[in-house]
């Protein structure tokens, strides 16, 4: 089972990324995906998740109107574009996959991609 996240680098602020999460290994259409993030000497934090269907999706405040999850269950891929960065917004970007519903807690989560640094200059 692997997630592998994509799409990360160097961006000037205000400019846009799109991160890509494939899974193999199992199908993830059944669950609740998301993305975190890492930044150096901080905690890993909720970014976004996206509901199975994609019918729901969450945004923690710092990213809301700026982020747009999505997922496409054909192709077993979340989605993650990035709108008007910002310098805070550099870390690492981690996907991940939970078997229990639309969650933002990181303890829910039971699969996790190895992570995608985005780096904002400013």
């Known amino acids: 089972v692997q997630l592998q996240a994509s799409g990360g680098g160097l961006v000037q602020a205000g400019g846009s990324l799109r991160l890509s999460c494939a899974a193999s290994?199992?199908?993830?259409?059944?669950?609740?995906m998301g993305w975190f993030r890492q930044a150096p000497g901080k905690e890993r934090e909720f970014v976004s998740a996206?509901?199975?269907?994609?019918?729901?999706?969450y945004y923690a405040d710092s990213v809301k109107g700026r982020f747009t999850i999505s997922r496409d269950n054909a192709k077993n891929t979340v989605y993650l574009q990035m709108n008007s960065l910002k310098s805070e917004d550099t870390a690492v970007y981690y996907c991940?996959?939970?078997?229990?519903?639309?969650?933002?807690?990181?303890?829910?989560?039971?699969?996790w991609g190895q992570g995608t640094l985005v780096t904002v200059s400013s």
């Open positions: 290994g199992r199908t993830f259409s059944s669950d609740t």
């Open positions: 991940a996959a939970s078997t229990k519903g639309a969650t933002r807690s990181i303890y829910d989560y039971d699969y």
């Open positions: 996206i509901s199975w269907s994609g019918g729901r999706t």
